[in-house]
């Protein structure tokens, strides 16, 4: 059974930083992407970004609104992506999923998601 | 960046009726469409892929279809469980983008 499991969330000043991990299994994670998406309050779905397999590089991509203060990784050893978020402000307040993508840039699997709050 | 729209925005059935949702892209996507199903406080959950293609475990009265910029979803027989909100999202190129999701209310 595939499980994803985000951890790592709470509340935070604007400007400083906080670090997500997804932790994972039931599949081989090093077989494929990973990307994290976050929901604001009572609001739609927004993609923060994906990190791809070390087959195909392990390159990374990134919504606009996050470039240059977000980081994704993962290590396969552990099979855990993770989500450095850096100079934070309090429009990413937000839960955030951590997802597999399996099939054809899906959003396969979710985890239950972790809150993020900014606020002074 | 590909923007995503939804109609409606919601809409409130009875169990047993035909319901249908259209996702339309600012420009051609081709297949590459997926449908989720997200339930107050929980996470979405991949009901359709590749535009018509069902996830595994999906019960079959969820259908898509579509091409292009214009797609639908459709339950064929609205059950008590399907009160969620359906968002489509768009994999053609990066960023990723979701529409802003259609509310179905049970009546």
């Known amino acids: 059974e595939v499980q994803l499991v985000e951890s790592g969330g709470g509340v935070v000043l604007p400007g400083r930083s906080l670090r997500l991990s997804c932790t994972t299994s039931?599949?081989?994670?090093?077989?494929?992407?990973m990307s994290w998406v976050r929901q604001a309050p009572g609001k739609g779905l927004e993609w923060v970004g994906l990190i791809r397999s070390n087959s195909y590089g392990g390159t990374t991509e990134y919504a606009a609104s996050v470039k240059g203060r977000f980081t994704i990784s993962r290590d396969d050893s552990k099979s855990i992506a993770y989500l450095q978020m850096d100079s934070l402000k309090t429009e990413d307040t937000a839960v955030y999923y951590c997802?597999?993508?399996?099939?054809?840039?899906?959003?396969?699997?979710w985890g239950l998601g972790t809150l993020v709050t900014v606020s002074s | 960046d590909i923007q995503m729209t939804q109609s409606p925005s919601s809409l409130s059935a009875s169990v047993g009726d035909r319901v249908t949702i259209t996702c339309r892209a600012s420009?051609?996507?081709?297949?590459?469409l997926s449908w989720y199903q997200q339930k107050p406080g929980k996470a979405p959950k991949l009901l359709i892929y590749a535009a018509s293609s069902s996830q595994s475990g999906v019960p079959s009265r969820f259908s898509g279809r579509g091409s292009e910029t214009d797609f639908t979803l459709t339950i064929s027989s609205l059950q008590p469980e399907d009160f969620a909100t359906y968002y489509c999202q768009q994999s053609f190129s990066t960023p990723f983008t979701f529409g802003p999701g259609t509310k179905v209310d049970i009546k």
């Open positions: 997802t597999v993508m399996m099939v054809m840039l899906n959003f396969d699997y």
């Open positions: 039931g599949f081989t994670f090093g077989d494929y992407a």
């Open positions: 420009q051609s996507i081709s297949y590459s």
